[in-house]
C-alpha cells in the first residue's frame, strides 16, 4: 500500500478520535505532542497504535512510540513501515 502524506495523517487523526473521541482535529498541530498535550493515558496510547497498526496493516513496537508522539512522526514512521513493508526482500 502507497499512501501519501495527507492520506496518513487523516488515518492517524481518525485513528487518534476513534480513541479518544474527545479530541477535536483542530486541537492537533504539527508540534502538539499526541501523548502529553491531549492527555491521553498510557492505555490510550497503547490503543491509538494498535488502531494505527490494524489500519496500515504495520506492526508498532514500543521503539516506535517516541516518533509516535506527533502527528509529523507518525507520518515519517509510518511511510518507512508502508515503504520497507512493499520493498522485495534480498534474495
Same mark, same amino acid.
Given at each position: 500500500? *502507497? !499512501?501519501?502524506? =495527507? %492520506? $496518513?495523517?487523516? *488515518?492517524?487523526?481518525?485513528?487518534?478520535?476513534?480513541?479518544?473521541?474527545?479530541? #477535536?482535529? !483542530? =486541537?492537533?498541530?504539527?508540534? *502538539?505532542? $499526541?501523548? =502529553?498535550? $491531549?492527555?491521553?493515558? /498510557?492505555?490510550? +496510547?497503547?490503543? +491509538?497504535?494498535?488502531? &494505527?497498526?490494524?489500519?496500515?496493516?504495520? #506492526? &508498532?513496537? %514500543?521503539?516506535?512510540?517516541? #516518533?509516535?508522539?506527533? $502527528?509529523?512522526?507518525?507520518? !515519517?514512521?509510518? =511511510?518507512?513501515?508502508?515503504?520497507?513493508? /512493499?520493498?522485495?526482500?534480498?534474495?
Amino acid at each position: 500500500m *502507497t !499512501a501519501t502524506k =495527507q %492520506e $496518513l495523517e487523516t *488515518t492517524v487523526l481518525d485513528a487518534l478520535t476513534e480513541i479518544a473521541p474527545e479530541i #477535536e482535529r !483542530a =486541537q492537533i498541530g504539527p508540534t *502538539t505532542n $499526541l501523548r =502529553q498535550d $491531549l492527555d491521553l493515558d /498510557s492505555m490510550d +496510547f497503547l490503543s +491509538f497504535t494498535l488502531r &494505527l497498526g490494524e489500519l496500515l496493516h504495520v #506492526e &508498532l513496537r %514500543e521503539a516506535d512510540y517516541p #516518533e509516535l508522539s506527533t $502527528l509529523p512522526g507518525c507520518v !515519517a514512521l509510518l =511511510q518507512r513501515k508502508l515503504a520497507a513493508r /512493499s520493498t522485495p526482500a534480498a534474495r
